[in-house]
């Protein structure tokens, strides 16, 4: 990209916020607003490569629209959702993307708990974009909180498929390796023991073909992009995985991971919650082709 064709900052944020440049001026003053992980000036001009951040202060400006967007949702209660994500759909809206999200889909049909981050409601954790599967999602405060507490302390288990580069030779594993933010590329995280969290994945293999893996993903912790990370590091990354695979997607369908399996005691009823979902229908017909 040419420099004179490059948008200063504060100009590019306040057109994908849809904000007053004095309120984006304000921000970056008050250095509410990194750039690669640095404070920068208003005039500093804008790469296509730069990763930005925004204080989460911004959600307050932030109004979400209820979008009638079909999802499907697999468990509802009174107190909580159980969803099946499709691949390609962002889960909350965040700077220069705030429609046909996951919450914009959720917000048309359901009442969601707001807890302390209102860009948010209702989601107890996420999963990435181009990842299908199950999640959870609370419909008041105290679900919330509770959930998000259940999560912490690793009483809700979620299992996920993947399919991966290569032939995993161990039947079983378990990948013990921190994980923190890629100080060069700050939209990618990477296996670091610079300012990183602890990062646990426990493996099995479910089958081999002849170049690649189908393998079983217990997570231990819940790192972003963990999985992902985990697999590329030990040498078996993800197969269509963009950001850590060892090849260009070769589908238009995202990396071929699937939030399988979701299990945990409801926090008000204290029954079981126990949902499968099946593969997608394009993450089978990959593994069909390999066959």
């Known amino acids: 990209m040419e420099k004179e064709n490059k948008e200063r900052l504060d100009q590019y944020l306040a057109r994908k916020l849809d904000i007053s440049?004095?309120?984006?001026?304000?921000?970056?003053?008050?250095?509410?607003?990194?750039?690669?992980?640095?404070?920068?000036?208003?005039?500093?001009?804008?790469?296509?490569?730069?990763?930005?951040?925004?204080?989460?202060?911004l959600n307050n400006e932030i109004k979400i629209e209820p979008e009638n967007i079909p999802i499907d949702v697999v468990f509802e209660d009174d107190y909580l959702l159980i969803v099946n994500k499709k691949?390609?759909?962002?889960?909350?809206?965040?700077?220069?993307?705030?429609?046909?999200?996951?919450?914009?889909?959720?917000?048309?049909?359901?009442?969601?708990?707001?807890?302390?981050?209102?860009?948010?409601p209702g989601i107890v954790h996420r999963i990435d974009k181009d990842t299908s599967g199950l999640m959870v999602v609370a419909k008041d405060d105290k679900t919330h909180e509770l959930l998000t507490e259940m999560l912490k302390e690793?009483?809700?288990?979620?299992?996920?498929?993947?399919?991966?580069?290569?032939?995993?030779?161990?039947?079983?594993?378990?990948?013990?390796?921190?994980?923190?933010?890629?100080?060069?590329?700050?939209?990618k995280m990477m296996v670091t023991e610079k300012n990183s969290k602890n990062a646990i994945t426990h493996f099995k293999v479910l089958k081999r073909y002849s170049k690649h893996t189908l393998i079983e993903c217990k997570l231990e912790t819940g790192r972003t992009h963990q999985i992902r990370v985990h697999l590329s590091y030990i040498g078996y990354p993800i197969v269509n995985d963009p950001v850590y695979g060892r090849k260009k997607a070769t589908?238009?369908?995202?990396?071929?991971?699937?939030?399988?399996?979701?299990?945990?005691?409801?926090?008000i009823t204290k029954k079981e919650i126990y949902f499968q979902a099946p593969l997608p229908e394009e993450f089978q017909e990959y593994l069909e082709k390999l066959d």
């Not at 607003?33 to 404070?39: A, E, I, S």
């Not at 288990?157 to 700050?186: Q, S």
């Not at 589908?251 to 926090?267: D, E, N, R, V």
């Open 21 to 57: 440049r004095s309120k984006v001026q304000k921000l970056i003053k008050e250095g509410q607003v990194l750039v690669n992980g640095k404070k920068v000036l208003s005039s500093y001009l804008v790469d296509e490569n730069d990763h930005i951040e925004v204080d989460d202060n």
């Open 87 to 120: 691949s390609g759909m962002v889960v909350h809206p965040a700077p220069g993307n705030y429609q046909k999200t996951l919450v914009n889909a959720l917000l048309y049909r359901f009442h969601l708990s707001q807890g302390e981050n209102i860009a948010r």
């Open 154 to 187: 690793k009483q809700i288990e979620r299992i996920y498929i993947a399919l991966v580069e290569g032939i995993i030779k161990h039947d079983r594993g378990t990948i013990d390796a921190p994980i923190g933010r890629d100080p060069i590329n700050r939209q």
């Open 251 to 267: 589908t238009p369908f995202g990396q071929l991971l699937h939030s399988s399996t979701i299990k945990f005691i409801h926090p």
